[in-house]
């Protein structure tokens, strides 16, 4: 095997089935892309439900739903990379791309009582744009680019919107960004 | 005129494995040896090679308990892999 003298033609063989052997496989992470994508726009429309329709105060209880996805998103990850043979560009851009856009989360959650809720949501719809288009370019899947930028137009709407409203289009935000490109995600495996 | 080709690199195994490396940032051992469809002993006496040309970087560490090889591509790597697909190319040029 080793003293072998290849052919020009399948030395083209062996690269190209080993760079097709280590393809980022597009569906891999789509159950956790779409708990987010459900988890958010429900809580949302609990939200709504509850203080204007219900006129229950602290209806923004429903959003301790969050920590606890992002304990189950945690570990999920870890199980992942323990089991994880190899790495890929992909991974990390992926994997960043994500990290900065959950400390902006939180960076905005914490400045938030200074500007009122209604001035964070337009943003929060903006963060959903960048990163699902950014997401989409990398690995290159138009449906969500189209959700992420639905996701920015929402924004520009909710400005000029009460809090009533933005809750309403952060649901249908989020149902453009995630929830339909996660189902629109081919079952590769 | 043909290209020399990298003998280093003009080999089955070896040649899959840079390629695969080529397309990754890092990857275990057994995963190069199922996509290669390789045994161990073979494997491990390429990856050397390639580890002795400075082609790649190979880390052992323990993970659970168990020893844990990881193989990375080098810059180096990098350009022998550019230059042996250079070469080729010289093969397949239309001969007008």
Request: proline fraction near 3%.
């Given at each position: 095997m080793e003293q072998e003298k290849l052919k020009v033609e399948e030395s083209l063989n062996?690269?190209?089935?080993?760079?097709?052997?280590?393809?980022?496989?597009?569906?891999?992470?789509?159950?956790?892309?779409?708990?987010?994508?459900?988890?958010?726009?429900?809580?949302?429309?609990?939200?709504?439900?509850l203080q204007f329709h219900l006129e229950f105060k602290e209806a923004h209880y429903v959003w301790?739903?969050?920590?606890?996805?992002?304990?189950?998103?945690?570990?999920?990850?870890?199980?992942?990379?323990?089991?994880?043979?190899?790495?890929t560009y992909i991974d990390r851009a992926l994997s960043y791309i994500w990290l900065g856009f959950l400390f902006v989360i939180l960076a905005l959650l914490v400045i938030s009582p200074q500007f009122g809720m209604n001035v964070v949501y337009p943003i929060f719809m903006?963060?959903?744009?960048?990163?699902?288009?950014?997401?989409a370019g990398i690995i290159k899947f138009k449906p969500l680019a189209i959700g992420g930028?639905?996701?920015?137009?929402?924004?520009?709407?909710?400005?000029?919107?009460?809090?009533?409203?933005?809750?309403l289009l952060l649901a249908f935000a989020?149902?453009?960004s995630f929830v339909i490109p996660g189902h629109l995600l081919k079952n590769t495996k | 005129?043909?290209?020399?080709?990298?003998?280093?690199?003009?080999?089955?195994?070896?040649?899959?494995?840079?390629?695969?490396?080529?397309?990754?940032?890092?990857?275990?051992?057994?995963f190069i040896k199922e996509k290669t469809k390789s045994t161990s002993g073979n494997l491990s006496v390429q990856v050397n090679k390639l580890k002795d040309a400075e082609y790649i970087q190979v880390?052992?560490?323990?993970?659970?308990?168990?020893?844990?090889?990881?193989?990375?591509?080098?810059?180096?790597g990098i350009?022998?892999?550019?230059?042996?697909?250079?070469?080729?190319?010289?093969?397949?040029k239309p001969t007008d």
């Open positions: 062996i690269i190209s089935e080993m760079v097709n052997s280590s393809k980022y496989n597009l569906s891999e992470d789509k159950g956790i892309y779409l708990m987010w994508g459900y988890a958010v726009a429900i809580s949302a429309i609990i939200h709504y439900i301790l739903s969050m920590p606890v996805l992002g304990v189950i998103n945690t570990v999920y990850f870890a199980r992942k990379s323990k089991k994880k043979k190899v790495y903006f963060l959903y744009g960048i990163a699902t288009i950014s997401t930028v639905i996701s920015v137009l929402c924004g520009i709407v909710a400005a000029y919107l009460n809090f009533e409203y933005q809750i989020i149902v453009c | 005129m043909f290209d020399p080709l990298d003998p280093l690199l003009h080999s089955q195994l070896r040649l899959a494995v840079m390629s695969l490396l080529m397309n990754v940032e890092e990857a275990d051992f057994n880390d052992k560490t323990f993970k659970d308990n168990y020893p844990h090889t990881t193989c990375k591509i080098t810059d180096k350009d022998a892999f550019e230059s042996y697909l250079n070469a080729l190319r010289s093969y397949i």
